[in-house]
């Protein structure tokens, strides 16, 4: 399993530079960036690109920051049932749940743990205590 995360500016790298400084992970990662100055066009090839790298065999998670925005969105043609997924919402959580996991997780597993994990982490602290 492959892991892209991708967010408008530095969030991320800098998300993906933390997690992976709390948790040792199996999962190969890799952030980028899509800057405001960047033409879609472009930042699309390269995710492309990236994606064809790893080879069919290869099952690709994509975490974004937000629904809708230009990351997501270049992101969704890209989807294969099975082998490439996108999870919205990008948080310390997802990262830390996904790259927890043994590579021999079941994929679709995976993703609806991180999903899991991106939602519970979400606590208004006043309703809670």
Same mark, same amino acid.
């Given at each position: ?10 969030? %991320? ?6 997690? *992976? *400084?709390?948790?040792? +992970?199996?999962? +190969?990662? /890799?952030?980028?960036? #899509?800057?405001?100055? *960047? !033409?879609?066009?472009? #930042?699309?090839? !390269? ?6 790298? =790893? ?8 975490? $974004?920051?937000? =629904?809708?925005?230009t990351? %997501?969105?270049? &992101? ?5 049932e ?5 999870? $919205?919402? @990008?948080?310390? &959580?997802?990262? @830390?749940?996904?790259? &927890? /996991?043994?590579?021999?997780?079941? =994929? ?18 006043? !309703? =809670?205590?």
């Amino acid at each position: 399993m492959k892991l892209i995360v991708i967010s408008h500016g530095n969030l %991320s790298a800098e998300s993906l530079s933390l997690a *992976q *400084q709390m948790v040792k +992970s199996e999962i +190969s990662a /890799q952030a980028l960036s #899509f800057g405001h100055e *960047q !033409e879609p066009e472009e #930042f699309s090839k !390269e995710l492309v690109s990236l994606i064809k790298a =790893f080879g069919p065999e290869e099952q690709v998670l994509i975490l $974004t920051d937000l =629904f809708g925005g230009t990351p %997501s969105n270049l &992101s969704i043609p890209l989807l294969e049932e099975g082998r490439v997924e996108l999870l $919205t919402g @990008l948080n310390l &959580s997802i990262l @830390l749940y996904v790259l &927890s /996991q043994p590579l021999s997780k079941d =994929f679709k597993k995976l993703c609806e743990g991180a999903k899991k994990a991106g939602v519970e982490s979400v606590v208004l602290a006043g !309703e =809670f205590l």
